[in-house]
Nanobody, 120 residues
């Protein structure tokens, strides 16, 4: 099994910054992609940013120029640096990984989610 553990969420004022971290562990052979999603009550989960094994990075239009995703492949870790935070960024943020396990089973793994609240 693969486990994803997020950290770094919390309460921040508008215009502030947070950095989320997610560490993948377990029976990992390779990771095709890692990314961040978020979900607001009453809305579907949406992609925030992801990074593929080929080096391609995608951002939601709403976060371009404000958020930066980065990976430390040696540590199976993905980060999300969030700057210039807005109240509409408030959501539960989920780490996601497209993982090929050592048992050669490919699956999407999800973290437990971490709350980000942007409010004055």
């Amino acid at each position: 099994q693969v486990q994803l553990v997020e950290s770094g969420g919390g309460l921040v004022q508008p215009g502030g910054s947070l950095r989320l971290s997610c560490v993948a562990s377990g029976s990992i052979f390779s990771i095709y992609a890692m990314g961040w999603y978020r979900q607001v009550p009453g809305k579907q989960r949406e992609l925030v940013a992801d990074s593929t094994s080929g080096g391609h990075i995608n951002y939601a239009d709403s976060v371009k120029g404000r958020f930066t995703i980065s990976r430390d492949n040696a540590k199976n870790t993905v980060y999300l640096q969030m700057n210039s935070l807005k109240p509409e960024d408030t959501a539960v943020y989920y780490c996601n990984a497209d993982v090929l396990s050592t048992g050669r089973s490919r699956t999407l793994s999800w973290g437990q989610g971490t709350q980000v609240t942007v409010s004055s």
